[in-house]
């Protein structure tokens, strides 16, 4: 049973290019979140998606940053016209049900984003 | 400010040794969570605790919930190189669906 999967691992953009992270979810999880890791900081809430919707984009930048997580393929996390500042580790978690009490995620292995 | 305090944030210790890691919180949580990191990979999920008092227990790791639900406790029993890692607790309010994050405890031990 394949954990979540993220790709690229490694992502290296210029200044003012576009970033695409992908990632597919484990088999059966139909929730999506996305996390930024920083040098000494701990792992930051973005996004949380299910299919075809957003359900939570309380912790991503109001610009330049968007996510989507459509009916076929996997979620993807797009940055528009990177910085320098947007160079981190971005985790996928999945979990495959919303329970009411508590939400228990299984994260991928991270695509690290160098901003050069 | 940040929710979830953990402590120490580093320590370095020797094979065998016994220690124990804190998060703390002023807020009062559905569920904590405690997940191990190692450099260049994601968290893993180690164990989730939700009531309050709770201990669990998986090998050498003791994990504690306090009975107001606010901090939590990982206690490791004879620790080894293995054990090297980044500690994460990580908490939810239940019905936001999104988890909150400790900074972490980098733990070291020498062989």
């Known amino acids: 049973n394949a954990g979540v999967m993220q790709n690229p691992r490694h992502l290296v953009r210029r200044r003012g290019q576009e970033a695409r992270l992908r990632c597919s979810p484990m088999k059966g999880h139909s929730h999506v979140y996305w996390y930024r890791q920083l040098p000494e900081e701990g792992l930051k809430f973005m996004v949380y998606l299910q299919k075809e919707n957003i359900i939570d984009e309380s912790g991503m930048p109001k610009e330049r940053f968007s996510a989507e997580f459509p009916k076929e393929g996997p979620s993807i996390l797009r940055i528009q016209q990177v910085v320098r500042g947007d160079s981190a580790a971005y985790f996928c978690a999945s979990s495959p049900l919303y329970d009411q009490l508590y939400t228990e995620a299984f994260f991928g292995q991270g695509t690290r984003l160098t901003v050069v | 400010t940040q929710l979830l305090e953990q402590s120490p944030q580093f320590l370095s210790i020797q094979e065998g040794e016994n220690l124990t890691v804190y998060c703390n919180s002023s807020s009062v949580f559905s569920s904590l969570q405690w997940y191990r990191q190692e450099p260049g990979e994601g968290p893993v999920l180690l164990v989730t605790?939700?009531?309050?008092?709770e201990v669990k227990k998986l090998k050498r790791l003791t994990f504690q919930f306090g009975d107001a639900r606010k901090d939590s406790s990982l206690h490791i029993t004879a620790a080894q190189p293995g054990d090297t890692g980044l500690y994460l607790c990580a908490a939810s309010r239940g019905s936001q669906g999104n988890l909150i994050f400790g900074k972490g405890t980098k733990l070291s031990v020498k062989p």
């Open positions: 605790v939700v009531t309050g008092g």
